[in-house]
Each structure stands twice: as structure tokens, then as C-alpha cells.
């Protein structure tokens, strides 16, 4: 931290970035690249009408999903389970994370996959249905979780730290975001579907719209009174390309992801660039110490490694493994109940649950790894 005060959006901090990426790329892996789609989706819209935009933006997305989204939930079975002996058995963890290690590793995903397969058994599409919702509401304490991660590691990384109330304000405004975006609007019970298995929608309790959104507005003042109180106190606000990722994550991707209907298709891809960024930098700075000065061939061929096993095994859980199954599996004639994709619908809610528990215990400070992402 620097001793004079810098002006503004502590502009003196920001070379501490990523390496090689400078200020500018990070700013777009962190989030700031949705400010450049918003316009060109309103332009396409324009251009060729809603339909068809929806038509390209979903073809390019599904296909670029293999690279991007596929990936980031693979890397993380990767992280999580690498060493599994030493974390479940050694000393490397504390007793309460290796707990959580534990749990996340090897309960989630027992107690999650009997369910799943028992549905898938009963043909129950209603059992189905309550893993869909929970995903579908889990999913937006994942993306602001990881926008308060934007906000605390990469400020942490220009030496400007958070308070323990600061952090208790921005985790407030992350949980209250999340929360209005499933509540609002209210949700009365209705038929959905999910990859061809439709469902009925659990109903809203009366009055969860309101509340929550005046939680949202209240943390929303809250987080900014803090902001002003930090910038009074040391002259300055949190340095502008944390505060922007975190900004977007959580108004743009998560409380008002329906600002335009192309950005829904967008904002998966969004977030996982977000995630692969500190993957890179965990990862990076790891190999960077292992192989000491000046090795960066062997940094290369570590991250090159990782990134192939990723897309491989992000290829065999939510593309190659569900279409066998579907393909073998699944009556056509009669057409099963749970319609024709069941298996990649209930594998593809499996792998995003288990993978919002496995980041829980990744991304914690007690995680002796995190280090290496201020390194």
C-alpha cells in the first residue's frame, strides 16, 4: 500500500495487475467485456431482429461452450481432488477445512448422485425437477460469491485491504443481489423445463418480491456508504478494475441479467473466463515458485497440461458421457417420460451443483493454496 494517497479510484495501484496482461486485459477477463456486448447485442437485435439474433448468439455460445464453460467446471475437479490422499489424511489442511473437504468431496456427491439416480430410475421428472431448482438457485450465490472474490483478491493484489465490516458490507450486498434475482419476478408455480425433462416450479411465498427487494436497495446504500467512508479514511476507493468486476458480477450478471435477452445467453461464458483468470493466476504463480527463476517453459507446459486435461474431461462429463447414456439408454418408442436428454440433464445439474460446493472449499482463505493468488 502505498503511503500518500492516491486520488480517485486509486489509480497509483493499479500496475499490480496480471503480469503480462496489463490493467486493460484484466479489466475484460474480469467482467468488463460485458460492457462491450451490451452495445453490440443491441446493434445485432437492431440489425436483424430479436429471433434471429437469439438464433446466432445461442449457435455461437453453445459451440464456444465446449472451450469456455465445459472447462471451467472440469478445472475444478481437477484442483479439488488433486493430492486427495494428502487433504483428506495429512496435516496439510486445518481440521475444520479438511472437514469441508470431506463434505464437499465425498458427501455432496453421494447424497446429490443417489438422488439423481433414483429420479432417473422412478422416471420422475418432479424429483428431477427439485435438483434443476436447486441449481438454478445456487447458481446466483456462485456468481456473486465470485464477485466478491474479484473484489477482495484483486484489490488485495494493488495492497489495498478490505476491514473485517467492509467485507461484512460487500458480502451483504453480494447475498441480498443474489436473492432478488430469484425472487423478483415472483415466481406463482409454473410448468418449466430443463434439456427436454419438464417440471413444475416450487411457488414463491407472498411478499419474498418486496423483501428482498428492499434488502437489496438497503445493502446497496450500505455498500456504498462504506465505499465513501473508506475513500474519506484513506483518500481513495477500491482500485477500479476489482471494484468494476465486481460491480458487473453482481448487477449485471446476477440482478439484472434479463437487461437484454442476448446477454442471458452470454453471461455463462462471461463467468467462466472470470473463473479460468484465477485458475490462471492459482496455478501460474504455483508453477511460477515450484520451478524457480527464470523457468517459464515449464510454467507454459504446466498451464498447458492443465488446460487440455480441462477441456478433455469437460468434453467427457457434459458432452461425451451424457449423449452415450441417452443414446443407450433412453426410450424413443414410446418416448420416455423425461423426454430424450434426461441423462445430460441430470449429469450437467450434477456436475454445476457439486462444482458450487467444491468452489466453497477451493476459494476459501483457509485454503493454504489461495496464497498464490496475491503471490
Known amino acids: 500500500m502505498t503511503t500518500a494517497p492516491a486520488v480517485g479510484f486509486a489509480a497509483a495501484s493499479e500496475p499490480r495487475s496480471a503480469s503480462h496482461l496489463g490493467v486493460f486485459g484484466e479489466f475484460m477477463l474480469v467482467g468488463g467485456a ?35 464453460n465445459d472447462p471451467h467446471f472440469a478445472v475444478t475437479y481437477l484442483l479439488f481432488y488433486r493430492d486427495a490422499r494428502q487433504r483428506a489424511f495429512g496435516k496439510a489442511l486445518s481440521p475444520a477445512q479438511r472437514a469441508r473437504f470431506w463434505f464437499a468431496g465425498l458427501g455432496v456427491p453421494l447424497a446429490l448422485g443417489g438422488f439423481i439416480a433414483y429420479a432417473l430410475a422412478r422416471h420422475s421428472a418432479s424429483k428431477l425437477g427439485f435438483v434443476f431448482q436447486a441449481m438454478f438457485f445456487l447458481v446466483g450465490w456462485h456468481y456473486v460469491k465470485q464477485g466478491f472474490g474479484v473484489v477482495t483478491v484483486l484489490s488485495a493484489r494493488r495492497g489495498v485491504r478490505f476491514s473485517a465490516g467492509e467485507r461484512r458490507a460487500v458480502l451483504a450486498h453480494c447475498i441480498s443481489a443474489w436473492l432478488f434475482a430469484r425472487a423478483n419476478p415472483r415466481d406463482l408455480g409454473r ?185
Open 34 to 68: 460485458t460492457l462491450l456486448l451490451l452495445p453490440l447485442a443491441w446493434l445485432l437485435r437492431a440489425r436483424v431482429g430479436l429471433d434471429s439474433a437469439e438464433f446466432m448468439v445461442g449457435f455461437v455460445m453453445f459451440h464456444a461452450a465446449h472451450v469456455i
Open 191 to 375: 410448468e418449466s423445463s430443463s434439456d427436454g425433462v419438464i417440471f413444475n416450479t416450487l411457488p414463491h411465498p407472498p411478499g419474498l418480491d418486496v423483501v428482498t427487494r428492499i434488502a437489496f436497495i438497503a445493502s446497496t446504500l450500505g455498500l456504498a456508504f462504506v465505499l465513501l467512508r473508506k475513500w474519506r479514511r484513506e483518500g481513495r476507493f477500491p482500485p477500479l478494475v476489482p471494484l468494476a468486476g465486481f460491480l458487473i458480477t453482481v448487477w449485471l450478471w446476477t440482478a439484472f441479467s434479463k437487461l437484454d435477452p442476448l446477454l442471458v445467453y452470454v453471461i455463462p461464458a462471461l463467468h467462466s473466463i472470470q473463473y479460468l483468470y484465477f485458475v490462471l493466476l492459482l496455478r501460474g504463480n504455483e508453477a511460477k515458485e515450484k520451478s524457480g527463476p527464470p523457468s517459464f517453459q515449464s510454467v507454459r507446459r504446466s498451464l498447458g497440461l492443465l488446460a487440455i486435461s480441462a477441456v478433455a474431461l469437460g468434453w467427457l462429463l457434459l458432452r461425451g458421457a451424457p449423449e452415450l447414456l441417452d443414446s443407450n439408454l433412453v426410450l424413443h418408442d414410446p418416448i420416455d417420460l423425461l423426454g430424450e436428454t434426461p441423462y445430460f440433464a441430470a449429469i450437467y445439474s450434477f456436475v454445476n451443483i457439486h462444482h458450487y460446493f467444491m468452489d466453497a472449499v477451493i476459494w476459501r482463505r483457509e485454503n493454504p493454496d489461495t496464497r498464490f493468488l496475491t503471490a
